[in-house]
């Protein structure tokens, strides 16, 4: 059974960095891209980025590119998201999804992970 | 980027009756060499994650019931609930995997009259 399990919720200042985690299992983790997802409160999904673990090939929607880092590491199956600097205006609900892959080429996001509250407040 | 459209935002349908939201994407994602559109729906209810429907425009994940029902190519798309049901209500997104990014529409609840 594919599961993905993230880490729990953060709560943070404006200004600190943080990393988030999803722990995949029940497939081959180097064979399909993972991603990442934003949802603020209240609002729709935005797709921020995603990367193939077998070799950290990382595509980042322009709107995140600078903003966050996405990363892998296949020894343990989980991919993470990182933050350097946090603000107000990244809270928000973020979900890892396994995209569906053939070829090499990302497809559709067949199974998601359960979702991680960051809340960013001075 | 492919910028993704839905319409409506919003719909009230009785239980049994259909439900259809449509998508529409800001360039061709039809890809002639397989003849596959690029687009998926996903169904996401309050409190939980996405859970994907619809791939390649019209196949039905595994375990998504045949009242879900995917249909379109190259810019239009569209999702019909044939017949409602009280476990349908949830926001309806439709997104593209053409090109990174995988951009997503702005999504559609759907409620019961």
């Known amino acids: 059974e594919v599961q993905l399990v993230q880490s729990g919720a953060e709560v943070k200042k404006p200004g600190e960095s943080l990393r988030i985690s999803c722990k995949a299992s029940g497939y081959t983790f180097i064979r399909n891209w993972i991603g990442w997802v934003r949802q603020m409160p209240g609002k729709g999904l935005e797709w921020m980025g995603i990367?193939?673990?077998?070799?950290?090939?990382?595509r980042y929607s322009p709107s995140f590119q600078g903003r966050v880092t996405i990363s892998a590491d296949k020894s343990i199956a989980t991919a993470y998201l990182q933050w350097s600097s946090l603000e107000v205006s990244d809270t928000a609900m973020y979900f890892c999804a396994r995209l569906d892959t053939t070829g090499f080429r990302p497809l559709s996001s067949d199974f998601w992970g359960q979702g991680t509250l960051v809340t960013v407040s001075s | 980027d492919i910028v993704m459209t839905q319409s409506p935002d919003s719909l009230a349908v009785s239980l049994g009756e259909r439900a259809t939201i449509n998508c529409k994407s800001s360039?061709?994602?039809?890809?002639?060499?397989?003849?596959?559109?690029?687009l998926a729906w996903y169904q996401q209810k309050p409190g939980h994650p996405p859970r994907l429907l619809i791939y390649?425009?019209?196949a039905r994940e595994s375990g998504v019931p045949d009242r879900f029902r995917g249909s379109g190519s190259g810019t239009d798309f569209t999702l019909t609930i044939t017949s409602l049901q009280a476990e349908d209500v949830a926001v309806y997104y439709c997104q593209q995997y053409y090109n990174t990014p995988f951009t997503f529409g702005p999504g559609t609840s759907v409620a019961i009259k």
């Open positions: 390649w425009a019209s």
């Open positions: 990367i193939y673990p077998d070799d950290s090939d990382t």
């Open positions: 360039q061709n994602i039809l890809y002639n060499p397989n003849k596959k559109n690029y």
